[in-house]
């Protein structure tokens, strides 16, 4: 094995490397995103609720 073979080699696995970061990187993305948007979403749902039991309450007045 020369050594353009080996680094070749040691290019392609650092190449895979950057990949595979890359990639988990994108996919922890993806999940914050996702917990983001249900996390707001459960807040929405929380003020519309009580903004219904304040008017529920004012309404029995």
Known sequence: ?????QFQDKSR???DKA??????SR????DRARQAQDKAQDKGRDAMQE???K???DYDA
Do not use: T, V, Y
């Open 13 to 15: 696995e650092l190449q």
């Open 51 to 53: 903004q219904q039991d």
């Open 1 to 5: 094995m020369g050594i353009k073979d």
């Open 19 to 24: 990949k595979a970061a890359m990639d988990g």
């Open 27 to 30: 996919d922890e993305a993806s």
């Open 55 to 57: 008017f529920d309450m």
